[in-house]
Every structure is written in C-alpha cells, then in structure tokens.
C-alpha cells in the first residue's frame, strides 16, 4: 500500500510556503543585490558536467536554469554511419549506470521493423538483466542521496553491495558496465552455470542492503527534515513537464510502461506491483525508489524460478539488414520513459534514430521547482530528481 | 602555579612552547589518522591508507610533504594579504586553546584563573579567520561559506558558554584546574571514591556542549560552513597547499583540544580515582589519562559526522533558539537552585 499523504507533510508544506513569502516580503523592504551563481559544470553535485546558473538572493534562489550539452556526444548522429548490431555499443554509454536497459528498447525497436521475435527464453533473461541493472542503478542512488545531503556513509554501502551485483551482470555479460548483450533476435549467449542460485543470494543481500539504508538514512530525522516538503511536485505538473518514472510515481501518478506497455518482456508474468507516494517531495522520491528496488530483487526472484527453456536466439541472417519503416519503442529504464524512434530505409544502417532520454525530460522541471528554495535545497532537489549526465547529453 | 622543577621564566616558557609546539601537531596526526583516516574507512567499508608505514600511520606525513610541495595560488581578484593572514587566525585561534588545557597538578601551560572564559574566547576567533577567508577568496562559494559560519556562530556560541555555566556554577570557579579539583573532591551521596565526574550532574549540559562543539568544529551535521556537495568546500575552496594544510590542521587540533575541554569539564579530567590530587606522580600518568578519555569524546564527534547528513542553515538556527538554548537556560536555573539548596 502507499502511504497517504502524512498530514504533517502537508502541514510543513504550507509552513513552507508560509516562511518563503515571509522572506519575499522581508528580502523586498531589505533590497539586496543579486548574485549570479554558476554551479557546475563542474560540481559534485552534478555528477557530471550540467551547469545550473541560478540567481541568487542572499541564499535563496530567485531563478535556476539548467544548462546541458557540456557532454554531448552525437549518438544520435554517430548511430547513422553504424550498422544497427554496431549501435548498442554507443547505447550502453548512454545511461552508463544501468547501461542493459538502454540496449533492450532498442532492439526491441529493431526486432520490430524486422518482424522478428526473440524466443521466451531470451525475453526473460532480457527481463532478468533489465532489472539487475535497474538495481544496480537505483542502488547508487540510494546512497548517493546521502552524500547530497551530507551523509557521507551510505554511498559506500551503495558501491559495496551494488559491486554485487554487476559481479552477477558481468559474469553473463562479460561487461561490468557496458554489456553490449543484447543482440537483434535474442542474446549473444546463455546464462552460465551456477548463476541462478547465486544470483538468489544476491537478491536477498540487495534487499538487505534496502532495509540499511532505510534505516540509516530514510529513518533518520536530519534527512527527512532535508527532504520532506524540499521540492514539491505535484503530478500535473509532473505530467506538464513530461516526468517519467519514478519521479512522476513520487508525484502519485500511477504510471509505469513495464505495467502498461509491456513491449513484450517477461514482466507479465510475474507478481509484483507498482509504488506511488501522494507527497511529490524529494522525501517522496526517495521512498518511491527504495521500494522500487525491493521490488525489482522480488522480481528477479521470481524470473529466476521461471525461466523457460528453449534457444536463446531467433533465426536471423547474418547480415541484418533492417527493412524499410519506422518504429518506437519504450521501456521503463531506471531512470524513467526511455524510447528509440528508430527509421530505416532498408539498408545496413538506421537512416535516423531518436533518443527520448528520461533525464532530459526530468532536468527540465528545475526552474519550475527551484524557484524560491534555497542553495541546500538545489543540491538536494537535484539529487532526488536523480539524473545520470550521459543521459541528458547524448 | 608552582614553577615547574624551579626552573627560571624563560626556561620554563621555553620548555612549555616547545611542548606545546610538539604536542599539537601531534595531537592533530593522531586524531586525523586515527579517526579522519582509519576509523572513517572501517565504518565506510574501506581500507584506508595501508601503504605509508606500519598500518598506514604515515599517511598524514605524506600528506603534509605533499601540501607543502605545492604551488601556493592566490585567486587574481583575491585581497592578498587577508587571504594569506586568515588561515593563520583559524590555526592561531585552535593553538591558544590549548594553552589551558590542564593535564596534570603541574602539567599546565599556564594556569588562567578565568580559564574556561579564555578558553571560549579564543575558540570563536577562528570564525574571524574563516570570514577572512570566505570574503578574502573573491569566490561566490567561498563568501557563502563564510557568511554562513559566521551566521552558525550566533546559533551555537550561546548555548555552548550556557552549557559551561552549569559547570562553572558547580564547581564555583571558572579555572580548569580548580574544575577538575572539584570534581576530584566532589562525591557522590557520601560516596567519594570516584570523585564527581561533572557529566552525572551536567549530563544536560554535557549533550547541549557536544552538539555546540559539533557546531563549533563545522563537523557534520553543521558543516554548512564546509559542505563539500554544496559548496565544494565552502571557506576554504580558493586554498591550496601549506594553506589549507593550516586549515586542515586547525581543524583536527581544533576538535581535539575541545574533547580535551569536554574531558576536564565534564569526564574527571586528568585525575585518576584513587590518588591524592597534586601527587607529582600524576604529572606522567595525568596525560595518559587525559589523553585516553579525549579519544573517547572525539569518537563520539567523528562518529557523529561520518553518520548524519548536513542540516541546513535555517533549521540550524531553529534548533538552537528553539530547542538548544532554552533547555540551556533551564539547565543553568536547575543548577543554581540545587547549588543554593545543597
């Protein structure tokens, strides 16, 4: 069940709100300067290289714009002059944290204009790894969010536990970050020996690792008193600014493309259930993830004890040569909608492919939800909207 | 005051510097290694250094030659002579605490008889320095830095000299020495073999003081002065090399010699139960014993930060007008009546 939203949420919410007109009237009678301050593009708050360029009134934020494209490397352009088996290689490095769930939408994109399906056996080992990479994304975050706020602890947990299970990637894949597994009808090999049941252990340690971090950072008072009622989205706002994910669940919508828009995985056939939290906040955000990560080992718990036998690839030429036509496809990554607009003119190469990047998406709400926070509160706001850079710029 | 071994004045000035020259370097290795560098990195799940010398004890030298083997930037807009002069303050600032801090009946680089007031005193001076750093460093995130440690002050300085009334009050003297005389001579119900370690009586006191100096180190969870995710390092993002090796020393030595104060004014100080309190032989054991029990109060700080995320500003302020100097206040009136009382 979420929770419903807590009356004292709602109740520090409007004192909030209260306090930040409070100092807008007293900042008026006491005219002071602006100051333009650039935090990025290099901060560690960015993970990265984005640039937010906030004016600011002593330290509150008057107006904040996210500035991207530090980092861009054209792969939608470099994907042009690479066959579509080549593609995935550029895929991997777009969000490189859970970098088997940008190849699977599209190949699936792929699949489809080919009229090709991947046998059963392929699609759950696809669904398996998809969600090891979500937990092996989100798992960051869960710690990361304590080094924005100022714990320094948890992230190293994160890096611990997390280390797990890339072992468990890397030991099908080959690749602790960057796979390059998936192929156009299926996967390049089978699971190895062994694998299942180790990877049961490691399922049961990641949900150990959720119920530490619950207690180490989710359960204490300073973190909460960071994160609740800080950057409060409500869902049609969210809606607006085209969030997806998790971030759009935390703000009660209750959407997930794994549910609604199964484009052929495994998930189906599973028993799990979507999280959503009424409060918007970045409190809300980060509950939203933690209970997705339990859900996901849930979910590779029950793949694991299901997979069909049967080939694990689908008859394909050689050569792919993708027939003419155009195809999206989008999945759930962990970070939100991520989908592939893929066009092909029937030759080697896809004549155009589109990225919709969820972060892209998600960054685009700061200056709406900046306004009026304070310098903490950026860091903390940007945080919990949890973006990874190479998904912003691709 | 007795002269120490009847030494002349300059003889014995000089004999206490160079201790004091010794022992604070010291004190800030160990500290930072035991604590910053190893204990940090058992808690993480890492190693810590394990290379420079046995079990990595070296590691700070290391660093130390490092700092001081490069290059000494001034930022061009930067006001040179603040600039150079502040780390100096914070590093000063942290030196004169150390100056009264008793270790044993003669142990004492000079015995104030006002010396917890000189001692809060010069504590705060290092905030003057890190203004100086925050404003000298012509950087936005150095002068947020700054103006945000001098608006801590305000939050934390009060209820810290508040925390240290209840045991001035008890022990009815403001000299370390005499503090910890009167816990030696205290007892409890009638029971005196432990003396009366002031933390029993002043266990309010006690938890208001190590909040405050959690504060007054700029540790976690009130490094908002710092907060290296926010401002990459607040005051001090602008130095490099020697000077911030300042700053870096200033604030380990700063967090030991505030264990130190906890410890004389709240754990016994440097008195072993047992013992007549001006036996000589406890100008030896007295250090050891200081020294045993500053290491458990900095445990406790350095935990505190490697576990607790940063508060903000505001609800800094907030919990210490709100919460931190009105239980103060009622611990000071607690006190004075039981004083008056008994």
């Given at each position: ?55 600011l ?27 579509f ?66 714990a ?24 602790r970050?960057?796979?390059?597994f ?17 990877t ?65 995985l ?38 694991l ?13 050689r ?45 685009s ?30 | ?20 020259l ?35 004890s070296?590691?700070?030298i ?74 000298a ?5 150095a ?14 300085e009060?209820?810290?000299i ?137 445990f ?10 940063r ?32």
């Amino acid at each position: 069940m979420s929770p419903p939203p807590t009356a004292s949420s709602l109740r520090s919410q409007q004192a909030y709100v209260a306090a930040q007109a409070a100092d807008a009237r007293v900042n008026v009678e006491l005219d002071t300067g602006d100051m333009t301050l650039n935090i990025g593009p290099q901060h560690p708050a960015t993970h990265g290289t984005l640039r937010i360029a906030c004016q600011l009134d002593g330290e509150q934020v008057i107006s904040a714009e996210p500035l991207m494209g530090y980092m861009h490397r054209g792969y939608e352009k470099l994907c042009e002059v690479r066959t579509f088996p080549q593609c995935t290689t550029l895929i991997n490095r777009i969000d490189w944290l859970g970098s088997f769930a940008n190849e699977v939408p599209f190949i699936l994109a792929a699949e489809q204009l080919m009229g090709v399906e991947a046998p059963p056996r392929a699609q759950w080992i696809r669904t398996i790894l998809f969600e090891l990479s979500r937990i092996a994304n989100v798992s960051l975050f869960l710690g990361d969010m304590g080094v924005q706020v100022g714990a320094l602890t948890p992230v190293f947990f994160a890096f611990r536990d997390r280390e797990r299970v890339l072992n468990q990637i890397e030991a099908v894949t080959g690749g602790r970050f960057h796979p390059n597994f998936d192929r156009i009808g299926g996967l390049k090999d089978d699971l190895p020996r062994g694998w299942i049941d180790e990877t049961h252990a490691v399922m049961a340690k990641m949900r150990g690792f959720c119920d530490e971090m619950e207690d180490l950072l989710m359960g204490n008072e300073i973190f909460q008193a960071r994160c609740r009622s800080v950057g409060v989205i409500p869902g049609e706002v969210a809606l607006d600014f085209g969030l997806s994910g998790a971030n759009l669940r935390a703000s009660g919508v209750d959407w997930d493309l794994r549910r609604d828009a199964n484009p052929g995985l495994a998930w189906d056939q599973v028993d799990w259930r979507v999280w959503t939290h009424p409060d918007g906040d970045s409190f809300a955000r980060y509950w939203v993830r933690l209970q997705e990560t339990r859900e996901a080992t849930k979910i590779v718990d029950q793949l694991l004890d299901g997979i069909p036998a049967g080939p694990i690839m689908a008859k394909v030429p050689r050569i792919i040569k993708v027939p003419a036509g155009e195809a999206y496809v989008s999945t759930e990554n962990p970070l939100g909608e991520m989908g592939y607009y893929v066009v092909s003119k029937g030759g080697l190469e896809p004549f155009r492919v589109k990225i919709r990047t969820p972060s892209f998406s998600n960054i685009s709400v700061v200056p709406w939800v900046m306004r009026g926070t304070y310098v903490p509160d950026i860091i903390t706001i940007l945080g919990s909207l949890y973006f990874i850079l190479g998904d912003i710029d691709r | 005051m007795t002269g120490l071994l009847g030494l002349a004045y300059w003889a014995e000035t000089a004999i206490k510097l160079g201790v004091a020259l010794v022992v604070i370097p010291t004190a800030a290795l160990m500290l930072g290694y035991l604590f910053l560098l190893k204990m940090m990195a058992f808690m993480q799940s890492r190693l810590g250094p394990t290379d420079v010398g046995p079990y990595g004890s070296l590691q700070l030298i290391a660093d130390a030659v490092k700092f001081l083997q490069k290059e000494d930037i001034h930022p061009a807009a930067a006001d040179r002579r603040v600039f150079r002069a502040a780390p100096v303050v914070v590093l000063a600032s942290s030196f004169l605490l150390f100056v009264v801090l008793p270790t044993g009946p003669d142990a004492v680089v000079e015995n104030l008889d006002t010396g917890i007031f000189y001692a809060m005193a010069v504590s705060s001076l290092s905030v003057l320095g890190v203004l100086m750093a925050g404003w000298a460093s012509a950087n936005k995130y150095a002068l947020l830095g700054g103006l945000r440690a001098a608006g801590q002050l305000i939050a934390y300085e009060l209820p810290l000299i508040l925390a240290v009334m209840g045991v001035v009050i008890q022990a009815d003297s403001l000299n370390l020495q005499e503090i910890v005389r009167a816990q030696a001579e205290g007892e409890i119900f009638g029971f005196g073999l432990i003396g009366n370690p002031f933390i029993l009586t002043q266990f309010i006191g006690f938890l208001i003081f190590m909040i405050s100096a959690q504060a007054e180190l700029t540790q976690t969870p009130f490094d908002m002065p710092v907060a290296e995710t926010e401002l990459v390092g607040g005051f001090h993002v602008e130095y490099t090399g020697f000077r911030f090796l300042l700053f870096f020393m200033a604030e380990v030595a700063t967090a030991f010699a505030f264990s130190a104060l906890a410890t004389v004014m709240f754990l016994g100080g440097w008195w072993i139960p047992g013992f007549d309190f001006d036996a000589p032989i406890l100008n030896v054991l007295g250090p050891v014993v200081m020294l045993a029990k500053i290491l458990v109060v900095a445990f406790i700080i350095f935990w505190i930060r490697f576990t607790y995320p940063r508060l903000r500003e505001d609800q800094l302020q907030k919990f210490a007008w709100k919460v931190l100097i009105p239980l103060s206040l009622a611990n000071i009136v607690v006190t004075g009546i039981f004083k008056v009382v008994l």
